[in-house]
């Protein structure tokens, strides 16, 4: 083995993170023309890509208070673990993805053992909803945040830590290559059935709240739009929950599973109605107009209401700064009130047009039509590890 060649120790906890940490792996091995080397942490998506993994990433995928108790000593151990591995082999990078309740902690205790290994951390969090004192104690010991939205490098530059936007990953995702056609051959709909896409979520606890709420919605509409068929994309947790309920809606309901899937449905759709989440950005992508909608447990939300600083829940409303994309939540999120939403859409051609032209404003700002984002930041990473060996070397390390 070369030992000339940069090794990137990289650290995922979750599947997402594993994902980014796949691409980002593709995109270095493309930046430096293979002449790379990985070590860490990750799951199926790295491992394709070369990692060995130093322990199964399954073991970081936990969450809440009883689930992490039990499992507390065997992650503190996983945590040294991975501490003393990074300082044994003295990376020239470290980039840990997401996962901040572990991967700052590891960061921590390398930075104050070996303030030599640059630290890049790959999602920033999420200062400006909430908590925004994190961004200073963040800056104490990362060396680089790699950004996913355009608006976020200043909150931190301003608390002195360097941080690149380099794009959303969801750009990658393929939302916006969605087949219409093949979507209406593969299920057998006429050229002349209109469609709208329904995303009930993908917790079991998202989908057993909105949908009565979006069975009622569509009660209210279906009398007065014929030939309309629901597209329902689905994930395995919750594919037979929703299979038995669309049984009972008043219009046919074809259930997808599968991004190619559900991204063909977007390109077939006239609008959807949605939880909230990431899908409001693949809606985006695809230029689907969309109406977003969640329900949480009152408590709950009178609880984090008071801590989110932000004035929306969608992520294209809260980049453009005003009310795009329908959001009716709580109280809002009943059966009249998401009619009267979808209905518009459905029937006003202009209403759709204005949140397509929106939506494409914020497409670009995520990174659509310009360099990847896995590209973008391998060459952050890339940046920062040649910044540091000049460092050295004129330091006559």
Known sequence: MNED?????????????DVLGGRLMLALKQETFGAIR????????????????????EELALFGLAE??????????RMKQTEQAILDMKPAAVVTIDAPDFCFRVARRVKKANPDIPLIHYVAPTVWAWRPGRAAKIAKFLDHLLALLPFEPPYFEKAGLDCSFVGHPIVES???????????????????TRIITILPGSRRSEVTKL???FKGALDILAPRLPRVVAAVPTVPATKALVEEAVKSWPLPAVVVEGDQDKYDAFAASEAALAASGTVALELALARLPAVIAYRIHPLTYRLYRGLIKVRFVNLVNIMLNRMLVPELLQEECRPSRLAEALGRLLDDPAARQEQIEGVAEVAAWLGQGDTPPSRRAAEVVMRVIHARAREAEQAGL
């Open 68 to 77: 992490l108790l039990p499992k507390l000593p065997s992650l503190l151990r």
């Open 211 to 213: 949908l009565p709420d």
């Open 38 to 57: 990985f070590a860490g942490i990750g799951g199926e998506r790295m491992k394709a890509q070369g990692l060995k993994s130093l322990f199964p990433m």
């Open 174 to 192: 393929g939302a916006d290559a969605g087949d219409a056609d093949r979507f209406r051959a593969k299920h057998s709909l006429e050229s002349d």
């Open 5 to 17: 060649v940069p090794l990137v120790f990289l650290v995922a906890g979750e599947p997402s993170g």
